[in-house]
């Protein structure tokens, strides 16, 4: 269903109940699957579970706005082959969770800390399942900034791996006080939910040409979103909402003036990226503890979603910094 769902349980209840998963669009490792779960202010959200033989470790994955657990099988495919079970979600108002809108399209969320809520659920999902530890986190885009805020309030994790992380959006100075200002005046108005003004109706994959897209270099894998779409529209999500874009930026703003946590950290960036602000990356991995960033050369928005090469490469520097951080008494793994 596209909007709220009820069952039996109530809110804070924990249901492992199979959800749909598209299995032959995934390139998922064997075994892959789908559920349901409820977060503790009752929106129910889908978690994927990607499964590696003697895995030695899981992989928390927080994908960004608009993507939904498929996008990240052949991610997950390599995770597996490295000894790395995954566990995705579909945050609250996109891929198959409960939308939050009587219009599905826009990306809208109440405020940003509920994401914080879907972390909650999907731990214990992950402790519902029996997922191997150490913990470890792989978040990219808009699931960086979650994945930051997470790491700050303690996410039980070894080390992190952030993607083109949403630690800011690039705005210039007009447009960014334009950007506040239309987006807390939509909220006090009670027009939050309406789209971002000059945003589609539609999803950037279908509605974008490979040749200028901000997302991939890589055709095939263009092609790959493209078809995940086609094969079932209740994937799609639009632009974002004013009420998305003023929590958003208050989040940023927030997150901007906290100190990186204790974790080990390693930032993917592309030397085209286009999406997210590259100068608080910068800053913020120049003075991070343990953190390293490393730039991909020709690399647009989502590296992890480029060509075979690239992410075969990529995969190596994350397994190694997974592996390297797989003593767990930092957080005494067992519990």
Not at 90 to 107: K, N, T
Request: charged residues 20%; contains cysteine.
């Amino acid at each position: 269903r596209r909007h709220g769902h009820s069952d039996e349980a109530g809110a804070g209840s924990f249901l492992m109940e199979k959800a749909p998963f598209l299995t032959e669009l995934a390139h998922a490792p064997v075994g892959s699957c789908a559920y349901w779960i409820k977060t503790s202010d009752g929106v129910r959200l889908r978690v994927g579970h990607f499964p590696s033989e003697k895995a030695k470790g899981t992989v928390l994955l927080f994908p960004g706005r608009t993507e939904y657990i498929e996008k990240y099988g052949k991610t997950a495919a390599d995770l597996a082959a490295a000894g790395y079970t995954t566990l995705a979600v579909d945050w609250r108002g996109q891929g198959l969770a409960d939308r939050l809108l009587e219009d599905p399209m826009p990306g809208h969320v109440h405020q940003f800390s509920d994401y914080q809520l879907d972390v909650e659920a999907v731990l214990a999902a992950a402790e519902e399942l029996d997922l191997p530890r150490p913990y470890h986190l792989l978040a990219h885009s808009m699931g960086g900034c979650i994945g930051l805020r997470s790491l700050i309030n303690g996410l039980p994790v070894n080390s992190a791996v952030f993607s083109g992380p949403m630690w800011g959006i690039p705005l210039t100075t007009p447009m960014r006080s334009a950007a506040w200002l239309l987006s807390w005046g939509g909220k006090q108005l009670g027009l939050g939910h309406l789209s971002v003004p000059g945003s589609r109706g539609e999803s950037y994959v279908l509605a974008a040409d490979f040749e200028d897209n901000l997302l991939t270099t890589d055709r095939e894998m263009f092609d790959l979103m493209r078809s995940q779409l086609t094969a079932n529209p209740d994937l799609e999500l639009g632009g974002p909402s004013l009420r998305w874009l003023n929590e958003a930026l208050q989040e940023c703003r927030e997150l901007a003036a906290q100190d990186s946590p204790d974790i080990p950290c390693l930032t993917l960036l592309g030397t085209n990226e286009r999406i997210v602000d590259v100068p608080r990356i910068e800053s913020r991995m120049a003075k991070w503890p343990n953190g390293e960033l490393v730039r991909v050369t020709d690399g647009e928005h989502e590296v992890l979603m480029d060509s075979p090469d690239t992410r075969v490469a990529l995969t190596k520097r994350m397994v190694a910094h997974y592996d390297a951080h797989q003593d767990a008494q930092r957080l005494a793994a067992s519990g």
